[in-house]
C-alpha cells in the first residue's frame, strides 16, 4: 500500500514502465541506452519507443556518447528528477510516520530486517551510502 501511494500521483503523468526506467536512471545516472533496455527486461527496439516518449513529456533526453559515436545515452532532465525525487519523498514520510509508531523496543528488530531485506534484493548498505552523501 505504501508503495502504490507515494507512485499514484507519478503515475497520472507516465505509467509506470516508464517511471521504473525514471527511477533507473536516478540510480545510475545517465546510462547507455541498451544497457537501460536490458535493466528493463526489453529488446532495444522496444525501449527506443519508451524512450521517444519520455523524451517528449520532456522527463528524459538523448545525448550522444563521447566515447562512442554510435551509441546514445540517456539522461534525466531536471522534469524527470523532480519526479523520482516526489515519489521518494512521500514514500519517505509514509514510511517515517509508519516506523513512528513501532514501539521503541521492537525498533532494532524492525531495522535487522530492513538490512536483511534490502541485502537480499541487492542493494549497497547503508554505511557505503552514507559515503556517498545519500
Same mark, same amino acid.
Given at each position: ?12 503523468? !507516465?505509467?509506470? @514502465? /516508464?517511471? *521504473?526506467?525514471?527511477? #533507473?536512471?536516478?540510480?545510475?545516472? $545517465?546510462? &547507455? ?29 538523448? !545525448?550522444?556518447? @563521447? /566515447?562512442? *559515436?554510435?551509441?546514445? #545515452?540517456?539522461?534525466?532532465?531536471? $522534469?524527470? &528528477? ?53
Amino acid at each position: 500500500a505504501v508503495v502504490a501511494r507515494s507512485v499514484a500521483p507519478a503515475l497520472e503523468k !507516465v505509467s509506470l @514502465p /516508464q517511471l *521504473r526506467v525514471l527511477v #533507473l536512471l536516478a540510480a545510475h545516472g $545517465t546510462t &547507455r541506452s541498451g544497457t537501460l533496455a536490458e535493466l528493463v527486461g526489453v529488446h532495444a527496439s522496444t525501449f527506443s519507443r519508451t524512450t521517444d516518449r519520455l523524451a517528449a513529456g520532456g522527463w528524459v533526453r538523448r !545525448v550522444p556518447n @563521447p /566515447q562512442s *559515436r554510435r551509441e546514445t #545515452l540517456v539522461e534525466l532532465t531536471d $522534469t524527470g &528528477r523532480r519526479l523520482v525525487a516526489s515519489v521518494v519523498q512521500r514514500r519517505r514520510t509514509e514510511m517515517s510516520a509508519i516506523l513512528r509508531r513501532v514501539p521503541v523496543e521492537d525498533r532494532p528488530a524492525v531495522h535487522a530486517a530492513f538490512e536483511a531485506f534490502a541485502a537480499a534484493a541487492g542493494e549497497p548498505p547503508l554505511a557505503d551510502l552514507a559515503v556517498l552523501g545519500v
